[in-house]
């Protein structure tokens, strides 16, 4: 496989969210992930716990079928959670203010085929598929920005 990628099987939704709150405690301002996978795949359960990890405070997250983006501050930073499923048209995405979220704030993005030319090219890409069983999901993780490989090295030791 290349140093660009790696995959993960994650058998239950609790080993989804301990995947999330390992992530996440990595992640900073600046860093996108853009989370691929079918209706059900388990994106917005990913993107759940790993917000709620980096809360002070413990709110819900709400899926944002049709707000598109929710913003949440976290620890250090804003996180802003969008669900671009329902999006008509691409520059939507700047009136939203996620392209500047891009820059400024942790992002997850579900539907991220979406954004067309506004893809951040330094992103994280997580790619969710069914596993075997009915709880298992395969993740799928690419990247072509080198950062990504420092923020993940040693995430997936053990
Ligand atoms: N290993 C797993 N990881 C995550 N979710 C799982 C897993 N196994 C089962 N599930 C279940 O799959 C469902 C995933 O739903 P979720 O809303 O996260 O999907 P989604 O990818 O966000 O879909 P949508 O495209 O509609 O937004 C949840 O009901 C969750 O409990
Ligand atoms: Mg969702």
Known sequence: MSPFA????????DQTTAFAERLGARLQPGDVLLLEGSIGAGKTHFARSLIQSRMEYPEDVP??????????????CEIWHADL?????PDEVVELGLT??????ICLVEWPDRLGDLTPANALRLAFTQGKDEDEREVALTWTCGKWAERLKGAFDD
Do not use: G, H, K
């Not at 790696?6 to 239950?12: A, G």
């Not at 899926?63 to 250090?76: C, G, H, I, K, R």
């Open 85 to 89: 499923y329902r999006l008509s048209m």
């Open 6 to 13: 790696t995959r993960i099987t994650l058998s239950s939704p």
């Open 100 to 105: 500047e979220a891009f820059d400024n704030a």
């Open 63 to 76: 899926s944002p079928t049709f707000t598109l983006v929710q913003m949440y501050e976290a620890d250090t």
